[in-house]
């Protein structure tokens, strides 16, 4: 199963662009690297997904470099509401569990 | 349309003591996820069904933890002779189909005495 490895934290100010990187150097090349982030004592909350090209939705942006081998996840106006721990996986096995990593823990400051 | 759920969303219990969570996922996904996670970590997959049959165990699912998801709709995760290092958040997720997105539950924060 493919590894991430992420930032521990992070910090980004409101209003500004939160890029949150990510490392999969192992990954196959028909796994998606998936997005998740958790508030606080609540359950994972999906944000985006992609396997090669880069992706956009209402929430963020995924940019996926050529070689699959890392990506940054783009949240292009940071609200004191996006304060959470992010997790990039790489949905691994014919089950399609998630493995999640330890996550970056990204701070949102006025 | 309703997200997942999970009942009840706490739970306090005495070591020794038996456990039961329930999870309902999203209507007519037909595959569903069980994740534990403890503090400070990432959730970690527990096991999943297709529909009523379980597909896939991890190693945490000691033999003191049962699965089951009768009719392939709710799923319950029941836990026996609980033990203090069973606290934890235990979380559920469910989806249409293979490798289609995985929508979580709050979770069930079980707490063993």
């Known amino acids: 199963d493919a590894k991430t490895t992420q930032p521990t934290s992070m910090d980004c100010a409101e209003g500004r662009a939160a890029n949150l990187p990510c490392n999969h150097s192992?990954?196959?090349?028909?796994?998606?690297v998936y997005w998740y982030r958790q508030i606080h004592s609540q359950g994972p909350q999906y944000i985006i997904h992609?396997?090669?090209n880069n992706e956009t939705n209402e929430m963020a942006s995924l940019i996926i470099t050529e070689d699959r081998k890392s990506s940054t996840l783009i949240l292009p106006h940071a609200t004191l509401r996006d304060t959470a721990v992010y997790y990039c996986?790489?949905?691994?096995?014919?089950?399609?569990?998630?493995?999640f990593g330890q996550g970056t823990e990204l701070s949102v400051k006025p | 349309d309703t997200g997942v759920s999970q009942d009840p969303r706490h739970k306090i219990t005495k070591r020794g003591q038996n456990v039961t969570f329930r999870c309902d996922p999203i209507?007519?996904?037909?595959?569903l996820y069980w994740y534990r996670q403890t503090l400070g970590q990432g959730p970690e997959f527990l096991t999943y069904?297709?529909?009523?049959?379980?597909l896939e165990k991890s190693r945490l699912l000691s033999d003191r933890f049962s699965a089951e998801r009768p009719k392939g709709s709710f799923s319950t995760l029941e836990i026996q002779r609980t033990e203090q290092g069973d606290s934890a958040m235990y979380l559920c997720?469910?989806?249409w189909g293979l490798g289609e997105t995985q929508y979580f539950g709050p979770g069930t924060r079980l707490l063993v005495l």
């Open positions: 992609g396997l090669k």
């Open positions: 069904f297709q529909n009523e049959a379980q």
């Open positions: 192992t990954i196959s090349g028909n796994e998606y």
């Open positions: 997720a469910s989806s």
């Open positions: 996986i790489v949905r691994a096995g014919p089950g399609g569990k998630l493995i």
């Open positions: 209507s007519e996904h037909n595959r």
